[in-house]
């Protein structure tokens, strides 16, 4: 196996959703007291040991998409098949959906442009299209930020069309291409800080109130980075719902509070509620910083298709020149 980044993104972040699976939904507290970890199997969802949720199948429906090409009609019509013919479901059977996206799909089997089919008001901002967004960085990486905000805003909108889903998953992978580009997490950091600011303060692509949303993220200090609070809040500041700054919120924290890939994703199952998809986002990037080698292997072993996802991985690559 030639492993590269597309390899640590996706099984980084399937594995970390496979941790969270059996665990869904259970509060902080039960964690304090019965800790997660290693892989389990049952649990909320009664899955085997090492089943991804949605989170990985709508990532692999466009990952798959993007092995041929960029078509938001393509990636719209592999939504409605995992959902309607089970593609991409660990074991051919879909057993968690998010009310959005579920919402989004059907409009599109109906005939609503997949552009056209996410949700657009405030209570439409889960975090359904944070979580399976990771793929489409190999395909923007080289392009200027203003198209990488255009097509990062098309793909969010096909489940999730209000601004504050469309800046979370902007701002995740402007993160991950700085990892992708060999900076430390912390440089990284720092960076998409700076190139966001900018960004959002010389386009009108959204309101201040909307901006200002996202301030913990995007202000203060880490460190000795001219970063911001994030990393210094306690574990009870982070919220772990299914809201999408949530998600981004603690999969931030997360990230700049471990050490290790197992960390990590341990340190983002842990924090409770939307383990799976927490997991996921979290997982996604510890992969890309630290490698498909500090995955355990024994975690690989038991997950859901894994030759599968490999064979995902090569043609992503090849297609992607990895």
């Not at 892989?39 to 199948?57: A, F, I, L, N």
């Amino acid at each position: 196996m030639k492993t590269n980044n597309i390899y640590s993104a996706l099984f980084g972040l399937s594995v970390g959703d496979a941790l969270g699976v059996p665990v869904e939904f259970k509060d902080r507290s039960y964690f304090k007291r019965f800790p997660v970890k290693d892989m389990m199997e049952y649990g909320v969802h009664h899955q085997p040991k090492g089943t991804w949720s949605d989170d990985s199948s709508l990532t692999f429906c466009l990952a798959e998409s993007l092995c041929k090409t960029y078509d938001i009609n393509d990636i719209g019509q592999k939504f409605v098949k995992w959902r309607n013919e089970e593609i991409w479901t660990p074991h051919g059977k879909v057993f968690d959906i998010g009310i959005s996206t579920n919402h989004a799909i059907h409009s599109i089997q109906k005939g609503i442009k997949p552009i056209l089919a996410g949700g657009t008001s405030e209570m439409d901002n889960g975090n359904g299209s944070l979580m399976r967004i990771l793929p489409l960085l190999f395909y923007i990486k080289d392009f200027n930020i203003e198209k990488r905000f255009d097509i990062i805003k098309d793909v969010s909108s096909i489940t999730h069309a209000h601004m504050r889903s469309v800046l979370a998953c902007f701002i995740y992978l402007e993160y991950g291409r700085n990892i992708l580009n060999g900076k430390d997490k912390w440089k990284a950091y720092t960076k998409m800080q700076a190139e966001v600011n900018i960004f959002l303060n010389t386009n009108a692509v959204c309101s201040q109130k909307e901006m200002n949303i996202f301030h913990k993220i995007l202000e203060n200090k880490i460190g000795d980075y001219d970063v911001q609070v994030l990393y210094n809040l306690k574990e009870s500041e982070i919220g772990s719902s299914g809201y999408v700054i949530d998600s981004l919120e603690a999969s931030f924290w997360c990230v700049l509070n471990s050490k290790s890939f197992k960390e990590t994703v341990l340190k983002a199952v842990n924090l409770g509620r939307d383990t799976d998809t927490t997991g996921a986002i979290a997982g996604g990037l510890a992969g890309l910083i630290y490698g498909f080698e500090a995955i355990p292997k024994d975690w690989i072993n038991v997950l859901s298709r894994k030759e599968d996802i490999s064979e995902l991985c090569d043609k992503f690559s090849k297609k992607y020149k990895y």
